[in-house]
């Protein structure tokens, strides 16, 4: 008996132990991700001041998975989150990942950014409608009003769709927010550009 329980005490400790290096990791990779993120949009930005330039859609940008992007800015959360390109679990360990395939501001289509509900997007149940998203890239700043919430099965794939001509900034992320293991839902924001720039 004694075994027993000196084994369940150890496999305890081993699953804590466990948990808290993948948080320290975790934690540990989103900080560089935005300490990287930070310094694309600084250069950037002095660098459109030098130039006097208009932000535009560079025909050149075209990240590579698992590249450091930009800042996904929520207001409301006093958060700042880097946005990775691609939704695997290295990018996500990372920060927010943008949904390969999709759009990015200035392209006139659907955005999808993506993040796990222990981490980058904890907090996501707090936003409401009216509340504000801005994306920050090389080439800009992008500003975005959240017009609706919804709740889809985990394998309902309609959530990723062209918008197109019209821009659709749309957050994902798993649900319910305090489900242990695999959620069977994810979480919906949907948000359009306060500045209409599709014209």
């Known amino acids: 008996m004694k075994k027993v329980a000196f084994l369940i005490i150890i496999s305890g400790f081993i699953f804590i132990s466990f948990g808290v290096y993948q948080l320290f990791s975790t934690n540990h990779k989103q900080s560089l991700a935005i300490t990287e993120a930070r310094e694309i949009i600084n250069l950037s930005t002095l660098q459109q001041v030098e130039t006097n330039t208009k932000a535009r859609f560079p025909n050149d940008f075209s990240p590579d998975t ?6 996904l800015h929520i207001p409301k959360l006093e958060a700042d989150l880097p946005i990775v390109e691609g939704t695997d679990p290295d990018e996500l360990a990372k920060g927010v990942g943008h949904y390969k395939g999709t759009a990015y501001p200035l392209q006139k289509d ?23 998203l801005t994306v ?3 080439y800009g700043e992008f500003t975005y009003e959240i017009i609706d919430t919804y709740i889809v099965s985990a394998d309902d794939r309609t959530v990723i769709k062209t918008t197109s001509p019209n ?10 927010f305090n489900f242990i293991g695999d959620a069977p839902d994810r979480y919906i924001i949907t948000a359009t550009p306060v500045t209409n720039y599709n014209k």
């Open 66 to 71: 698992g590249e450091t992007v930009g800042i």
């Open 110 to 132: 659907q955005i999808v950014l993506s993040g796990h509900r222990e981490t980058v997007f904890r907090r996501m149940g707090e936003l409401e409608l009216g509340d504000i």
């Open 136 to 138: 920050r890239l090389s």
């Open 167 to 176: 821009e659709v900034l749309t957050l994902t992320t798993c649900y319910p």
